[in-house]
């Protein structure tokens, strides 16, 4: 084992987290509950904005986070690498290939996603382990890497997982634990993003929107999917109200930003 390569791409991976936290999830939170907070107030999910020490413990939480997913995939990248499906050049199977390995990518995760996080809520492991991520009732982008350690090392099973079941070139899978951070951040940020009657579309009735991962956050029961609804609905899984939760949040007649404390 090279200890220097692993310990150099460990350092890489962790910097590399820790930037696209701070600026894809920082970057929100200013956007959102700061800049166009009342602008953008009724597509807001709860009324109330969570406070300055629920920013402060998801924040903590998610640099311990950040830390086991650099270690997943130094791992990975580095010391299994020889027994992966890692390939290159990055059109060896065609470009074609190259391209479809990211919905490929897309249905791996979140079918893992839904079984890991449906284990997650047995009474004895939410007591012990996903009681973390839920303590945000109220999410915000910062809650986006908040796990427990444990969690957030089933989290991070997701790397080997492609890296052995699916022949894939390194860069796309790093490109695609970008989109799955971004898509993450989108799921707690609190507001809706989608256009109105979306959830009853064609394509929209199968999506996993902000709406209905914050019902999750603020219930702790229903919609455990991450990218989609798939799983949710074949397993029943999906709350009743969903929609009628995601027609009121995209509505036009909400109720107006009423004044906050200071976070």
Known sequence: MDWAEFGHRWIRVAELTTSRYFII?????????????????????QSKFPQR???LRDISFSLVTILIFATMAALVFVVLRPYTNFFQPYDLYGKAYYFLTFPLMLLIHDAYFYAIHRLMHHPKLFRLVHRVHHFSTNPSPWTSYAFH???AFLEAGIIPLIAFTLP??????????????????????????????????????WINTGTAHNQHHEHFHGNYG?????????????????EQKYEQVTGSHRLKAQPQKRV
């Open 149 to 151: 350690p444990l969690e």
């Open 226 to 242: 991450l990218y989609t609804l798939i799983w949710d609905r074949l397993f029943g899984t999906l709350r009743k109200d969903y």
């Open 25 to 45: 999830a920082g970057g929100s939170f200013l956007i959102f509950y700061f800049l166009l907070k009342n602008t953008l107030f009724s597509r807001r999910m």
């Open 168 to 205: 894939v070139h390194p860069s796309a899978l790093g490109l695609f634990l970008l989109f799955q951070f971004c898509y993450n951040v989108y799921g707690h940020l609190g507001f809706e993003l989608f256009p109105k009657n979306f959830q009853k579309s064609l394509i929209g009735k």
């Open 53 to 55: 020490k629920d920013y």
